[in-house]
């Protein structure tokens, strides 16, 4: 779909949309639709249960004496508690339909509103960004697509006073888009098709948005000492890899040092190794590289956009397979820190491959913080379900930040407890630490935060579990059902408001 904006005026065809406040208030471009077609809008509102709330919508088709075939009606609520991700749902919801409905073109007219610390330029941007993520599909394997699922939206003018600024924050929300899309895509591959190697190939593309991409092979690895992350992939006939994305986006002296650095889970496939997971659901284990992804679409977003930092991205790439030359359950391994690990389970392997990441990443980069994301645990889709990721840190202000970068784009994240306590389930009588902790079924999100956190220094640090946030069954506006893209957004913002101001 292409976007254009423009300076308001009514359109002579296609579809129209225009908005209503709360109570049915009509919009100025409202009440000036309702005149040039004799009352419509006033007689269709008489006729439904539309009351301008927010998510409200209704369509009116081929009406009298304005050239164009349909004008819709979208709920704003009260201005006052308007928020820019409405605005994105808003646009999201309108594709959508517009595309179930068949139409062509739409022109979406936002009127100067009286508004709290927004602006009526990025709202439109916004509502253009929501109909972009909400219309994503991933149709690469559908060879016989029939002509009526086939989306048929393929404009969208959003109209607004001063629509070159809106056109301009519009330039950084699509580059951030095509981020999370990235994210999407990966996710959405089948494991046959997206492997170690298949991944750091697309990784490798990026070089064309000026991002410096390393792949470390398991020679490298090797001569690393990273025993726990081999130990993973070692049942695979797939190689494992490691991929380091740099981009340095502040010029000169300050070029490359002290980066903001970004690490992920990259299980192409998790079949839980010789700790075999049942077969009901195993499909989902293809996104089990979902911290991974996350980490890649982060980085062609900040490229994509030219992000005033220096960060890299550094991602762990292995499938995790039973076979015969697979880890077993009792194998000891040596991680590339020294620390040996006592493998009790070989299902827990996330946290053995982000364990060889994470050290690598600060000891190479000494970065000024370190944010993982992994598909961790089953553990945390039970405490939190789908509604916001597991936050895990050893830093308050990093925590903070987090947070409300997550509540200004709607992807949220809730912080979980860490201790001593809750550490001393990982101790091993026979290795420095063991990959499951002694707890059963209790804490299982938090013994495995501990048992990341052994293999971090001093550098601030937060863990995400975003197990239940990778991967969607349920469709929502700007999030349409499977791989979701979580955390591109989240982490774009969070590097927005918190390193490109000075
Ligand atoms: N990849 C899984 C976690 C997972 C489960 C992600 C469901 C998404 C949906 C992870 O590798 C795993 O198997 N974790 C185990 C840990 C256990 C063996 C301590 C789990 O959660 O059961
Ligand atoms: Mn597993
Ligand atoms: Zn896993």
Aim: hydrophobic share 40%; proline share 4%.
């Amino acid at each position: 779909m292409k976007f254009a904006f423009s300076e308001i005026s009514l359109p002579k065809r296609g579809s129209l949309a225009v908005t209503v406040y709360e109570s049915n208030e009509l919009s100025p471009t409202a009440k000036a639709v309702d005149k040039a077609s004799s009352g419509l809008i006033q007689k269709a509102l008489k006729t439904s249960r539309f009351k301008g709330k927010k998510g409200d919508y209704l369509e009116i088709l081929a009406p009298e004496g304005l050239g164009v075939s349909r004008v819709i009606l979208i709920g704003i609520g009260k201005l006052s508690e308007l928020t820019q991700t409405d605005v994105e749902a808003a646009g999201g919801s309108l594709a959508k339909k517009l595309n179930s409905a068949g139409a062509q073109g739409v022109t979406v007219i936002l009127d100067e509103m009286k508004l709290k610390g927004l602006k009526v330029t990025d709202l439109a941007a916004s509502m253009a960004f929501g109909a972009k993520l909400g219309t994503y599909r991933f149709r690469k394997y559908k060879t016989d697509d029939e002509e009526n699922s086939a989306p048929t939206l393929t404009r969208m003018t959003v109209s607004c006073k001063g629509s070159a600024a809106a056109r301009k924050a519009f330039a950084d929300m699509e580059a951030v888009a095509e981020g999370v899309f990235l994210t999407r895509d990966l996710v959405s591959e089948p494991a046959n098709e997206l492997y170690p190697e298949s991944f750091a190939a697309r990784c490798k593309e990026l070089t064309s948005l000026g991002i410096k991409v390393e792949i470390l092979n398991e020679a490298k690895m090797a001569k690393l000492g990273m025993g726990s992350l081999l130990g993973v992939g070692q049942g695979s006939e797939r190689e494992s890899s490691l991929v380091v994305m740099h981009w340095n986006g502040l010029p000169g002296k300050r070029a490359a040092k002290e980066p903001l650095a970004f690490v992920g889970k990259g299980v192409c496939f998790d079949t839980g190794g010789i700790s075999l997971k049942p077969g009901p659901g195993m499909e989902e284990m293809k996104w089990d590289m979902g911290g991974a992804g996350t980490v890649t679409g982060l980085m062609k977003a900040l490229a994509g956009r030219k992000a005033k930092v220096n960060a890299v991205g550094v991602i762990g790439l292995v499938e995790n397979m039973p076979d015969g030359n697979a880890q077993r359950p009792g194998d000891i391994v040596k991680s590339m820190s020294g620390q040996t690990i006592e493998i009790l389970n070989t299902d827990a392997e996330g946290r053995l491959v982000l364990a060889d990441a994470l050290w690598y990443t600060q000891d190479r980069f000494k970065p000024k913080f370190m944010i993982d994301l992994a598909t961790l645990t089953g553990a945390i889709i039970i405490s939190l379900g789908h509604e916001n990721a597991g936050l895990f840190s050893n830093d308050d202000g990093l925590c903070d930040a987090l947070f409300a970068a997550g509540e200004a784009v709607g992807e949220g994240v809730w912080r979980l407890p860490m201790s001593k306590d809750y550490a001393k389930q990982i101790k091993s009588p026979i290795a420095d630490m063991q990959n499951i902790g002694t707890g059963g079924r209790g804490a299982g999100s938090i013994v495995a935060a501990e048992f990341l956190q052994k293999f971090v220094n001093d550098v601030p640090w937060a863990h995400l579990d975003i197990a239940g946030m990778a991967w969607s069954k349920a469709d929502k506006p700007t999030v349409p059902k499977g791989g979701t893209g979580y955390g591109v957004r989240l982490l774009d913002r969070f590097v927005r408001d918190n390193y490109e101001n000075s």
